[in-house]
C-alpha cells in the first residue's frame, strides 16, 4: 500500500515532490481513468498560491490549480480562454479539471493548451529551490511527454496581458457536449496603425504536439491587410506542408481538410 | 481524513487513493450513487461537492478532504428535493432511472446558480449526464417546471 | 384522448428518483464472491492450454469442466456455450470465470492466467463468410415478368452498422445457491429465458431454479438473451463455490463482449414501370458473429419488413444470416427492421430521384392501405393512417416547403436538408410464435384482504410497465392503485407469459391481465381468495404464417410511424446540427401519454445516434476499438435540443382498450430521414450508415475536385 499525500501550500507540496516519487494530482479527470493501484498521489487541491488568477504588468497569472470552471468565471480571464474552458468535458468535469492538469497531460488534444500555444503563453515551473519560466512550446517534448523534471509543479501560467481581442476558436468533437476534441484550431489576428502586428495561429489534436509555427505566422507581420492577401496563398502553401496530421480512428485527410478549411477562414475574417 | 458527508462529519480511515464512488457506494453504502461507465462520462455518479456537480468516478479521496460531499441519499430529505421530485413526476420523466440520481443533483446545481434558467441553459446544465431512455425531453422540462413551482426556493 | 392515456405518477417514480432502487450491484456483498470472467482475445482460436497459478485460499477458477449440466446456452438453438470448449470464436469468447472474496485479488488473478492459444483463420466481414447460420427465402407475384415487362431497372447496396445498446446499468447477475436451489437475480428483460438456461447448465429440474428480476437500468433489447448466458455461467460458479457469485460488467467489457445490432448488407433490385415499382428484388445479409442467438428470429423480421409500407405486388426476397468471427449480434430496439427499413426507405427515395420526382411524393404512390396484402401474403386488417401522419409532420415541421426549398443547389457555408421516412413495426412475436411457442398464461390473484396481485413474467426496463399494467388493471376493476400490487417478475410467483420483447408485452399480456381483471370484476367476492389465469388466443383474423413457408400474416397488426429530420452542415468542419427531429406514431390508444410520448422521444434519439455518431470500430484483428463511453458516442442533452414525438391513434381492437406495441416503433425508421436530409445539403447520394462528419467532409472534397 503506497501513500499519497495531501499538500496544504506549495512550499509542502514542493518539498514532497523532491523527497518522494509522487504523480501530482490537480483535478483529476485524467488520472482517474486509468487509476492504477500503486501510485502515491500529491493532492494539489489546497495548494492556495495555484488557486490565484491575478495580473501583473505583463501577465495574466493563472494558478494551475484553477478548475475550467473558475476559468470561465474570472473575470480577468480572456475570451478566448474562457471559449476553450467552456468546451471542455461537461459541467462536472469543468467543476474539478484543472488548466494545469490540462497542460500538465501532454496531450495534443488538451484545450487550454491550444490557447496558451496560440497566445505564446508561458509556464512558471516551481521546485524546492529554483524557479523557471518556460515558453509553454518548449514544455512539450513529444506526444505526453513534458519539459516537468520530477522534482517540479506547475504552479502559474502566465498569460500576455493583451492582444487577442480579435480571436478564432473552433473545436470540432464528435457531438455537441463531452466531446473529445478530432480538430481544434485557435487564431489571433492583431492589427494597429494598419498593419498586423501579430498573427499566431495553433493546431491541436492533429499531431502529437500541438502544432505553432511562429516562423509561417511572421510571415504576416508588419503588413497590412493588402500586403497580406498578397501572401495568402504562400502563407496556406506552407501551412499546407507543415501540417501533418497523423491518423487515428479519425482520418489524416479529414482532419487536414478541416484544419486547412479553419485556416482559411480565419483568414477571409479578416479580410486577408 | 475528515470530510462531511450528507450533513455529517465523517473520519475515512482507507486509502487517500480510493475512488470516491467506490467508497460511497462499498464503505458508506450508498448505493444512490450509480457507475455506468467509470470515466467520466455518463454522469450516474454525480454528487455535489463544495457545492459543485462532479463526477465521483472522477475523484480520488484525497481530493476530497475537507469538502462537503451530498449525495442524492442527502438530498432527498430536502424541500428543493420535493418540488423537483414533483416536478419529474409530473412528465414521467424517470424511465429506467439510472441517470435519475445524477440527473436530479444536476437539476440542484443548475438552479442553484440559476433560478430561472432557459433551455438552452438546462441542456447545458445536464450535458454531462448521459440518459438512454427519455430523449431528454421530459427531464428538461421537469427542471423547466421545478423552476416555475420552486418559488423562492432557489 | 381516453381516460386511460390520462398520464400517472409512475409507480416506480419514488424508489428510482429518490436513490432507494436496488439494481443488481446495489445489494450488499457480504458474504457474496465476486465472479471475473477471462475472455479470448483472438477472433478464432484453438485453446491449447489454460494456465491457472495456483491459486490462494477461498479462489477458484470455473470452465467449461465444471458445469454440472450441459455446456450449452439455450437461445433459440443451443449452440453458445457457457464456457468456451476446444475452440474460441470471437474476441470476447469467455473462457472461464475467476471467483473469490476479494474484488481487486478476483481481477489480479484473472489478468494473470496464461491463455496458450494456437490461430485459426478468423472471418471479420461478413462478406468474406461462407458459413451461413439461417437462410430464407419468400416472395409472391412473378417477379421475372414484372422485371421483363419494366421500363427501368435500378440496383444498390446499402450498409448498416453495429450498435451498441448503451443502457446506463450494465449487464450484472448475482447467483445464490441454497436448499438445494439455485436463485439468480439481476437485470434482465426474459426472467423464464434465464430460467430455461440456467436450468439447463445445472442440470436441474425446472422447480430448483429461481429468476427474480431486479431493478433494470435500461435494455432495449441488450438484455433479451444475452442475460441469459451471463447467468448460466454465474450459476455454475456459484454451484461450485457452494456459495453467491456476483458478476457485474464493467463498461469495458459490456462494451466490448455483449451483443450488438446486426451490421448488414441489403441489396435492392427494383423494376419500375410507368412510373411506379412493380418489384423488388431483396437480398439481404446479417451479420450473426460467432454463434446463433438470436439471428434466425431477427433476419426473419428484417427479411419481413424489407418492402417497407409499400404495396409491391411482385416481390422476391432472400435472407442470410451469416457467421462471422465476431461478438455475437442480438436483440435491439427494432430487431432487424431497422436495417431493411434503412435500405427500402433509400431505395424508393434514390428511384425517386432518378425519374426526377420528390421522394415523399413517389412514396405516396405505393403505400399499403388497408385490406392489401402483406410482404408475406398476409393482409393489413386494419386501417393505414400513414398519409394523415405525413400531413401532421408536414404542418409540424414544414417538410414540403422545406424539403422544395433545400433540393435547390446550395453553395454557402451552411447548407441544409431535410428528409422524411415511413415505417411500421409489426407488433407482437414473428408469425405464429405466440400461438405455438411463448403460449402467454398471466394471472391475477386477489387475496381476501380485497388486494389485487397482478403475476405476469414481463419486466420493466424503464418503458413503464409496472404502471401500465397496473393501470389497465385498475381501469377494468375500477380500483385505486394501492389496492394493487405488481412486482418485477420472480418465476417462483409468476406465470410464464413470456418475454418482453418484439414490442409485445403490452398489446399481449396487457389484454390478458385486461380480460382476467373483466373476468375477476363479474365474479368478485369480497373477503374471498380468488385467482385468476388467462391464456393467450390467437386472433381469429389471423391469416396462418408459419416461419417453412413464410406466408400469411407475420403480425396481426401494425404500429405505424413518420419521421423527419431536417439538419444542417457546416462545410468547413463537415458537422452536422440537427435543427429538428419529428414524428408521428400510431400505437394504438397510449396506455399512459407521457410513458409512449416519452419512449417514442427516446426512440427518435437513439435513430439520430444510429444514423450519425454512433460507430463501432474493429482493428484488423477484430478487437472492437471503442470500448469505452468517450469514444462511443452516443446523444447529449445538447445534439437535438428540438426532438417532438406526436401521437396519432388508430385503435387496435385485440389490444387493451385499442393499444399495440409501442416500444420498438420510433427508432426503426429515423436513420432514413436523416440521411435523406444529409443527401440534400451535401448533394450526393448516400448509402450507409452511419455517415460521419468525416463521411460528409469527404463528399464535400470529392464534390470540389469535379
Known amino acids: 500500500m503506497v501513500n499519497s499525500y495531501i499538500a496544504e501550500s506549495l512550499e509542502e507540496a514542493l518539498r514532497i515532490r523532491t523527497e518522494k516519487t509522487v504523480v501530482p494530482y490537480g483535478g483529476g479527470t485524467d488520472l482517474m481513468i486509468e487509476a492504477p493501484d500503486d501510485v502515491s498521489y500529491l493532492f494539489l487541491g489546497k495548494i492556495p498560491e495555484m488557486k490565484n488568477i491575478t495580473q501583473d504588468a505583463k501577465y495574466i497569472r493563472i494558478g494551475a490549480g484553477c478548475t475550467f470552471t473558475e476559468i470561465i468565471e474570472s473575470s480577468l480571464v480572456p475570451d478566448i480562454l474562457k471559449d476553450a474552458a467552456a468546451g471542455v468535458g461537461g459541467p462536472a468535469i469543468r467543476n474539478l479539471g484543472t488548466v494545469g492538469g490540462n497542460v500538465g497531460n501532454g496531450s495534443p488534444k488538451a484545450d487550454c493548451a491550444l490557447i496558451f500555444f496560440a497566445t505564446d503563453s508561458k509556464l512558471r515551473l516551481m521546485s524546492a529551490g529554483h524557479e523557471r519560466i518556460l515558453p509553454i512550446k518548449d514544455f512539450y517534448l513529444g506526444r505526453k511527454q513534458i519539459d516537468l523534471r520530477s522534482d517540479e509543479l506547475i504552479v502559474e501560467i502566465l498569460m500576455p496581458r493583451s492582444g487577442y481581442e480579435n ?57 497590412t491587410i493588402a500586403e497580406a492577401s498578397s501572401v495568402r496563398d504562400a502563407y496556406l502553401a506552407a501551412f499546407d506542408e507543415a501540417i501533418v496530421p497523423i491518423s487515428g480512428r479519425i482520418s489524416a485527410e479529414y482532419r487536414k481538410a478541416v484544419c486547412m478549411n479553419l485556416l482559411r477562414d480565419f483568414l477571409d475574417k479578416n479580410g486577408i | 481524513m475528515i470530510f462531511t458527508l450528507n450533513g455529517k462529519e465523517v473520519d475515512y480511515k482507507g486509502s487517500l487513493n480510493a475512488r470516491l464512488l467506490d467508497v460511497l457506494r462499498d464503505e458508506y453504502r450508498l448505493t444512490g450513487v450509480k457507475c455506468g461507465c ?117 | 384522448m381516453d381516460t386511460i392515456s390520462k398520464s400517472v405518477i409512475k409507480i416506480d417514480h419514488t424508489p428510482k428518483v429518490s436513490g432507494t432502487a436496488m439494481y443488481v450491484a446495489d ?20 485453446l491449447v492450454d489454460v494456465k491457472v497459478p495456483v491459486l490462494p485460499d477461498g479462489y477458484l477458477v470455473v470452465d467449461k469442466n465444471d458445469v454440472p449440466g450441459e455446456n450449452q446456452v439455450h437461445i433459440v438453438l443451443d449452440d453458445t456455450p457457457v464456457f468456451a470448449c476446444e475452440t474460441v470464436e470471437y474476441i470476447g469468447e469467455p473462457i472461464l470465470m475467476v471467483v473469490g472474496p476479494d474484488e481487486k485479488q478476483v481481477l489480479a488473478i484473472t489478468n494473470s492466467i496464461e491463455v496458450i492459444y494456437e490461430d485459426l483463420p478468423a472471418v471479420l466481414n461478413m462478406r468474406d463468410s461462407d458459413v451461413v447460420f439461417f437462410n430464407y427465402e419468400y416472395g409472391k407475384g412473378d417477379i421475372e415478368k414484372a422485371f421483363a415487362d419494366s421500363d427501368n431497372i435500378y440496383e444498390e447496396e446499402f450498409r448498416t452498422g453495429r450498435q451498441e445498446q448503451v443502457y446506463l446499468e450494465t449487464q450484472g447477475m448475482i447467483a445464490e445457491p441454497h436448499d438445494g436451489r439455485m436463485t439468480v437475480h439481476g437485470s434482465m428483460q426474459c426472467p423464464y429465458y434465464i430460467h430455461r438456461a440456467v436450468a439447463k447448465a445445472l442440470g436441474y429440474e425446472p422447480g430448483r431454479v429461481q429468476i427474480i428480476q431486479d431493478v433494470t437500468g435500461g435494455a432495449f433489447g441488450g438484455k433479451e438473451a444475452f442475460p441469459s448466458i451471463l447467468a448460466a455461467q454465474t450459476a455454475v460458479a456459484a454451484h461450485k463455490a457452494g456459495k453467491p457469485v456476483r458478476v457485474v460488467f464493467d463498461r469495458q467489457e459490456d462494451m466490448e463482449f455483449t451483443s450488438k445490432r446486426h451490421p448488414s448488407l441489403c441489396h ?397 416503433l420510433s427508432v426503426v425508421g429515423v436513420p432514413a430521414a436523416y440521411i435523406e436530409a444529409m443527401e440534400m445539403a451535401i448533394g450526393t447520394r448516400i448509402n450507409h450508415i452511419p455517415f460521419s462528419a468525416e463521411d460528409t467532409m469527404k463528399v464535400l472534397q470529392e464534390v470540389q475536385r469535379k
Open chain 3, 27 to 46: 445489494y450488499s456483498t457480504e458474504g457474496v464472491l465476486f465472479g471475473k470472467l477471462l475472455y479470448s482475445t483472438k477472433a478464432r482460436a484453438r
Open chain 3, 268 to 664: 435492392y433490385k427494383v423494376a419500375v414501370k410507368d412510373g411506379k415499382v412493380t418489384a423488388m428484388d431483396i437480398d439481404v445479409i446479417y451479420d450473426a458473429g460467432a454463434y446463433t442467438t438470436l439471428s434466425a428470429v431477427v433476419l426473419q423480421r428484417g427479411i419481413i419488413c424489407s418492402s417497407g409500407v409499400y404495396n409491391i405486388e411482385n416481390l422476391k426476397v432472400h435472407g442470410r444470416a451469416v457467421k462471422t468471427n465476431t461478438v455475437p449480434s442480438g436483440a435491439f430496439r427494432g430487431f432487424g427492421g431497422p436495417q431493411t427499413f434503412f435500405a427500402v426507405e433509400m431505395m424508393m427515395e434514390h428511384v425517386a430521384g432518378r425519374l426526377g420526382i420528390d421522394s415523399l411524393t413517389f412514396k405516396e404512390k405505393h403505400i399499403a392501405r388497408e385490406g392489401d396484402s402483406t410482404s408475406t401474403s398476409g393482409m393489413y386488417h386494419f386501417p393505414v393512417p400513414l398519409p394523415d401522419m405525413i400531413n401532421e409532420v408536414d404542418k409540424t415541421c414544414d417538410f414540403r416547403r422545406k424539403y422544395k426549398e433545400y433540393s435547390k443547389p446550395q453553395t454557402g457555408r451552411y447548407r441544409r436538408g431535410i428528409g422524411i421516412s415511413l415505417y411500421f413495426h409489426g407488433a407482437g412475436f414473428t408469425g405464429s410464435g405466440e400461438r405455438d411457442y411463448i403460449k402467454a398464461v398471466a394471472k391475477i390473484h386477489k387475496t381476501s384482504d380485497g388486494i389485487v396481485h397482478v403475476l405476469t413474467a414481463n419486466t420493466d426496463m424503464g418503458q413503464g410497465l409496472l404502471t401500465t399494467f397496473t393501470k389497465i388493471v385498475a381501469k377494468e376493476l375500477d380500483l385505486p392503485f394501492d389496492r394493487i400490487i405488481i412486482e418485477n417478475p420472480d418465476t417462483d410467483l409468476v406465470p410464464d407469459s413470456g418475454p418482453t420483447v418484439a414490442s409485445r408485452s403490452l398489446m399481449i399480456v396487457g389484454e390478458l391481465l385486461r380480460r382476467a381483471s373483466a373476468e375477476l370484476r363479474a365474479i368478485w367476492k369480497d373477503g374471498e381468495d380468488q385467482i385468476i389465469e388467462e391464456h393467450f388466443q390467437e386472433p381469429d383474423f389471423l391469416i396462418p404464417f408459419t416461419i417453412e413457408n413464410f406466408h400469411g400474416d407475420a403480425y396481426p397488426t401494425y404500429a405505424w410511424a413518420v419521421a423527419a429530420v431536417e439538419l444542417e452542415i457546416d462545410t468547413l468542419t463537415g458537422l452536422a446540427n440537427v435543427l429538428g427531429t419529428y414524428g408521428s406514431f400510431d400505437v394504438g390508444t397510449p396506455i399512459d401519454m407521457n410513458i409512449v410520448v416519452g419512449q417514442m422521444e427516446g426512440g427518435l434519439m437513439q435513430g439520430v445516434g444510429y444514423a450519425s455518431m454512433e460507430q463501432i470500430a474493429a482493428d484488423s484483428k477484430g478487437r472492437i476499438r471503442n470500448n469505452n463511453l468517450s469514444d462511443y458516442i452516443i446523444p447529449t442533452s445538447m445534439d437535438v435540443t428540438n426532438l417532438v414525438a406526436l401521437i396519432h391513434v388508430e385503435k387496435y381492437p385485440q389490444g387493451p382498450y385499442g393499444a399495440k406495441g409501442a416500444g420498438e
Open chain 1, 167 to 223: 480571436y478564432y476558436y473552433k473545436k470540432i468533437g464528435a457531438r455537441n457536449a463531452q466531446a473529445i476534441s478530432r480538430v481544434s484550431f485557435a487564431a489571433i489576428m492583431s492589427v494597429s496603425d494598419g498593419r498586423i502586428n501579430n498573427c499566431a495561429t495553433a493546431f491541436g489534436s492533429v499531431s502529437d504536439v500541438i502544432i505553432r509555427r511562429n516562423d509561417i505566422d511572421a510571415m504576416m507581420t508588419g503588413k
Open chain 2, 38 to 154: 467509470k470515466e467520466g462520462e455518463c454522469g450516474s455518479c454525480s454528487v455535489i461537492m463544495d457545492g459543485l456537480l462532479i463526477n465521483s468516478c472522477m475523484v480520488a479521496l484525497g481530493r476530497a478532504e475537507g469538502s462537503t460531499i451530498v449525495t442524492i441519499e442527502g438530498y432527498s430529505g430536502m424541500k428543493r428535493f420535493a418540488v423537483l421530485e414533483k416536478a419529474y413526476a409530473s412528465v414521467s420523466a424517470v424511465q429506467c432511472g439510472f441517470c435519475i440520481p445524477g440527473m436530479i443533483l444536476a437539476s440542484e446545481c443548475i438552479l442553484a446558480k440559476n433560478p430561472h434558467p432557459t433551455e438552452d441553459e438546462i441542456r447545458l446544465g445536464i450535458s454531462g449526464n448521459l440518459c438512454r431512455c427519455t430523449g431528454y425531453n421530459s427531464i428538461v422540462n421537469a427542471i423547466r417546471i421545478a423552476a416555475e413551482e420552486g418559488d423562492g426556493l432557489w
